[in-house]
């Protein structure tokens, strides 16, 4: 069965940065679409990126584009997202995903598996 276990998360303050790591097993990061989408308490999941499986191309949601980084290991078989300019709005948690697209509703109606989440709280 696929194993997707994300780490890094915790408390950092506004401004900051924090980098996921989200660890897999039983699958292969760079055959699969990958993503990261979050959820915060009372809101809706949002996607916050994806990478394609194919050319390694990217995409971001607005609010976090410019301050966020997907990318993958290959070798060690790792997802990573790398957060700067944290702000309490990006408060939420945070999951790793293997996905059947890249598209704007790959977090809608195109995820494959998920792991647990990780939290991230930013606050001062």
């Known amino acids: 069965q696929v194993q997707l276990v994300e780490s890094g998360g915790g408390l950092v303050q506004p401004g900051g940065s924090l980098r996921l790591s989200c660890a897999a097993s039983?699958?292969?990061?760079?055959?699969?679409?990958m993503g990261w989408f979050r959820q915060a308490p009372g809101k809706e999941r949002e996607g916050v990126s994806c990478i394609s499986s194919s050319d390694g191309s990217t995409n971001y949601a607005d609010s976090v584009k410019g301050r966020f980084t997907i990318s993958r290991d290959n070798v060690k078989n790792t997802l990573y997202l790398q957060m700067n300019s944290l702000k309490p709005e990006d408060t939420a948690v945070y999951y790793c995903?293997?996905?059947?697209?890249?598209?704007?509703?790959?977090?809608?109606?195109?995820?494959?598996?998920w792991g647990k989440g990780t939290l991230v709280t930013v606050s001062s």
């Open positions: 995903a293997r996905a059947r697209r890249c598209d704007s509703r790959w977090y809608v109606d195109g995820l494959d598996y």
């Open positions: 039983r699958l292969t990061v760079g055959y699969y679409f």
